[in-house]
């Protein structure tokens, strides 16, 4: 069984700062990783996902994460955020290319909030 | 290209009552997952449905139930309502062509309070 933990349920950011959200799994086989924007009253969209190969992900909105195994970690980064990256952030994990069901186990979310 | 839409957006229902909840997948997709999404928790998958079959299940009762149709379109039924059935449902379609994984795209989500 695959677990998620987001170390951070809040973090608090000045407008063009840097940020690191942070994001940790378990699992006993391999797993790919996404990160997920959720804006209030809409759905999540995908900023991100690690199948395979290069262990630096870019995704849109100006994100990027990395890929750790040794730390098992696949932390969420932006080097200037801006008012609108305001919004509640997950990571997830999947079971790799084992076949089967797609199933999404999500983190608990940590909610970003950039002030001016 | 239009995306995953639900229905309805918000819904409240009391204690003991059924729910069903509606799901139309991003066109050309053939797989469609549910999610519920308690206050202040991540998404936890309750099941998914490929090809109109059951493809996987989360830790739910079994009064959580689920068709898809032909059209891909889905349906998420719930019996004998809880008042911590009280989330926001999400549904997610994709396309799955053997074991390519692909984008699962969400819906807005239907708030369901049951009361």
């Known amino acids: 069984a695959q677990s998620v933990t987001q170390l951070d349920s809040q973090v608090p950011v000045f407008e063009e700062a840097p940020v690191e959200l942070r994001c940790n799994y378990s699992?006993?086989?391999?797993?790919?990783l996404f990160w997920y924007v959720q804006y209030p009253n809409q759905g999540l969209q995908l900023l991100l996902k690690?199948?395979?190969?290069?262990?630096l992900v870019k995704g849109i909105n100006g994100f990027e994460a990395e890929f750790n195994k040794s730390q098992t970690s696949f932390h969420l980064r932006k080097p200037s955020v801006h008012i609108s990256d305001t919004a509640e952030y997950f990571c997830?994990?999947?079971?790799?290319?084992?076949?089967?069901?797609?199933?999404?186990?999500f983190g608990k979310g940590t909610k970003l909030t950039v002030n001016p | 290209e239009t995306g995953v839409t639900q229905s309805p957006t918000h819904l409240i229902k009391t204690r003991g009552q059924q729910v069903t909840l509606r799901c139309s997948s991003q066109?050309?997709?053939?797989?469609v997952s549910w999610y519920q999404q308690a206050l202040g928790q991540g998404p936890q998958f309750i099941f998914q449905?490929?090809?109109?079959?059951?493809?996987g299940r989360g830790n739910f009762p079994p009064r959580f139930s689920g068709l898809q149709f032909p059209n891909y379109s889905s349906e998420l039924n719930v019996n004998a309502l809880e008042l911590d059935d009280s989330a926001l449902y999400l549904c997610?379609?994709?396309?799955?062509?053997?074991?390519?994984?692909?984008?699962?795209?969400f819906g807005p989500g239907t708030r369901l309070t049951v009361l």
């Open positions: 690690y199948l395979s190969g290069s262990t």
């Open positions: 699992s006993s086989v391999s797993v790919y």
């Open positions: 997830a994990v999947s079971p790799g290319a084992q076949g089967g069901s797609e199933k999404l186990v």
């Open positions: 449905y490929y090809r109109e079959e059951e493809n």
């Open positions: 066109s050309g997709h053939n797989t």
């Open positions: 997610a379609s994709s396309l799955v062509v053997g074991l390519a994984r692909n984008e699962q795209f």
